[in-house]
């Protein structure tokens, strides 16, 4: 498995050499504040952002097999949690109203297949291996899973059994600078949706919230360990000491400050969760923006994707460049150029030519706003 996921898990703790894995929802957490250093403004705060997703279940039996209802009625609800359209949104205390954050992101199912062909996004296959979640194998056909489809257009979730016994909930491949085999997230079904198969307290389907958190790159909201010198890195959740389990009441504190126990990325039972804030929703935007834009949509009806890269025959941009970038004739409505970091360090509205000679050499993000779609592309820039 890749070192640099996340993953859920319940009921006991476990020890590993220098790995500790621990119980729901604790996970396995490798990066740090300092790892992650991302500026916390979003690209567009305004847009909705669609993502293509394709469920992959796995089974073993009718005792894991999940219907398309039930798999429907969960991408509904993450929905709304990402939304802050959530019915116990309300139970947010009222100290922490003000940073609930609406992030404007909704998950749509695929409606063409990566070979163009019209998808109900759903794929299904009964397989005779036990705890696939737990392996390699849940995303490779020739082994008993299903294959991912292409990570750079699609959200790859995986429902199948992770552990036979049921302490893993799931876990999250979090953000790289390349896309990897295993992209994308996978869920025991025990802990998929909202009742039926899901088991209490985890069946209001928050583990897949949880985990698409990660998946758009944040962490637990107390960092990635306990202690009041390290948090999550998001300005408007407060230092917290350990993750919280159960529902407890409010207010609980730790590091001098009220705890947002209650935070999607806490490990709180799934009633319990009922909030994104709004730093968390401009560093999941940046995420998807710049990391993985090809999945964003600008409509749950449109079949094709919002953000598209330039072709080399739409504009005369050298790339690398030196000490201009071209747009020709393009007619867009507004340039953000931002560096890795997520740091715009260039804005402009309108115009043929944009002056980078005053920039670090490296590689940037050329954001360009043309009516109702966003335009990205990669730039280099080089002595």
């Given at each position: 498995?890749?070192?640099?996921?996340?993953?859920?898990?319940?009921?006991?703790?476990?020890?590993?050499?220098?790995?500790?894995?621990?119980?729901?929802?604790?996970?396995?957490?490798?990066?740090?504040?300092?790892?992650?250093?991302?500026d916390?403004?979003?690209?567009d705060?305004?847009?909705?952002?669609?993502?293509y997703?394709?469920?992959?279940v796995?089974?073993q039996?009718?005792?894991?097999y999940?219907?398309?209802?039930?798999?429907?009625?969960?991408?509904?609800?993450?929905?709304?949690?990402?939304?802050?359209?959530?019915?116990?949104?309300?139970?947010?205390?009222?100290?922490?109203v003000?940073?609930?954050?609406?992030?404007k992101?909704?998950?749509?199912?695929?409606?063409?297949?990566?070979?163009?062909?019209?998808?109900?996004?759903?794929?299904k296959?009964?397989?005779?291996?036990?705890?696939?979640?737990?392996?390699?194998?849940?995303?490779?056909?020739?082994?008993?899973?299903?294959?991912?489809?292409d990570?750079?257009?699609?959200?790859?979730?995986?429902?199948?059994?992770?552990?036979?016994?049921?302490?893993?909930?799931?876990?999250?491949?979090?953000p790289?600078?390349?896309?990897?085999?295993?992209?994308?997230?996978?869920?025991?079904?025990?802990?998929?949706?909202?009742?039926n198969?899901?088991?209490?307290?985890?069946d209001k389907?928050?583990?897949?919230?949880?985990?698409?958190?990660?998946w758009?790159?944040?962490?637990?909201?107390?960092?990635a360990?306990?202690?009041c010198d390290?948090?999550?890195?998001?300005?408007?959740?407060?230092?917290?000491?350990?993750?919280?389990?159960?529902?407890?009441?409010?207010?609980?504190?730790?590091?001098?400050?009220?705890?947002?126990f209650?935070?999607?990325?806490?490990?709180?039972?799934?009633?319990?969760?009922?909030?994104?804030?709004?730093?968390?929703?401009?560093?999941?935007?940046?995420?998807?923006?710049?990391?993985?834009?090809?999945l964003?949509?600008?409509?749950?009806?449109?079949?094709?994707?919002?953000?598209?890269?330039?072709?080399s025959?739409?504009?005369?941009?050298?790339?690398?460049?030196?000490?201009y970038?071209?747009?020709g004739?393009?007619?867009?409505d507004?340039l953000?150029?931002r560096?890795?970091?997520?740091?715009?360090?260039?804005?402009?509205?309108?115009?043929d030519?944009?002056?980078?000679?005053?920039?670090?050499?490296?590689?940037?993000?050329?954001?360009?706003?043309?009516?109702?779609?966003?335009?990205?592309?990669?730039?280099?820039?080089?002595?």
């Amino acid at each position: 498995m890749s070192v640099l996921r996340y993953q859920a898990f319940f009921l006991t703790v476990f020890y590993f050499s220098a790995t500790v894995l621990c119980a729901q929802q604790f996970c396995l957490t490798r990066l740090t504040a300092d790892d992650r250093a991302i500026d916390q403004r979003a690209f567009d705060e305004d847009s909705i952002l669609y993502i293509y997703t394709v469920i992959h279940v796995l089974y073993q039996d009718s005792s894991q097999y999940i219907e398309d209802t039930d798999i429907l009625a969960q991408l509904e609800s993450v929905s709304r949690d990402l939304r802050r359209l959530n019915e116990d949104r309300d139970d947010t205390p009222s100290m922490f109203v003000s940073v609930a954050a609406d992030c404007k992101i909704e998950l749509c199912l695929a409606r063409l297949d990566p070979d163009g062909q019209p998808t109900s996004g759903i794929t299904k296959r009964q397989t005779n291996v036990r705890e696939i979640g737990l392996t390699d194998r849940y995303y490779q056909t020739g082994l008993g899973g299903i294959d991912l489809w292409d990570p750079g257009r699609y959200l790859n979730i995986w429902v199948c059994q992770i552990s036979e016994i049921g302490d893993i909930g799931g876990f999250a491949e979090l953000p790289q600078n390349e896309l990897t085999s295993a992209e994308g997230v996978v869920i025991d079904y025990r802990f998929f949706g909202e009742g039926n198969k899901a088991l209490s307290p985890f069946d209001k389907g928050r583990t897949l919230t949880h985990e698409i958190g990660h998946w758009l790159g944040l962490e637990h909201i107390w960092g990635a360990k306990a202690g009041c010198d390290i948090d999550d890195g998001i300005t408007d959740t407060p230092r917290q000491f350990d993750r919280y389990r159960g529902c407890p009441a409010f207010p609980q504190s730790s590091c001098g400050t009220e705890d947002m126990f209650m935070n999607f990325m806490d490990l709180t039972d799934d009633r319990c969760m009922n909030l994104f804030t709004a730093g968390q929703k401009d560093l999941m935007r940046n995420t998807l923006l710049s990391v993985r834009p090809g999945l964003v949509l600008s409509s749950c009806d449109e079949p094709t994707t919002a953000i598209v890269e330039f072709k080399s025959s739409q504009l005369a941009i050298p790339n690398p460049a030196t000490t201009y970038l071209y747009l020709g004739d393009a007619k867009y409505d507004y340039l953000d150029l931002r560096d890795l970091t997520g740091t715009s360090v260039l804005t402009q509205s309108r115009g043929d030519l944009v002056n980078i000679s005053a920039l670090k050499s490296g590689t940037y993000l050329m954001l360009m706003k043309v009516k109702s779609k966003v335009i990205f592309q990669k730039i280099i820039k080089i002595p």
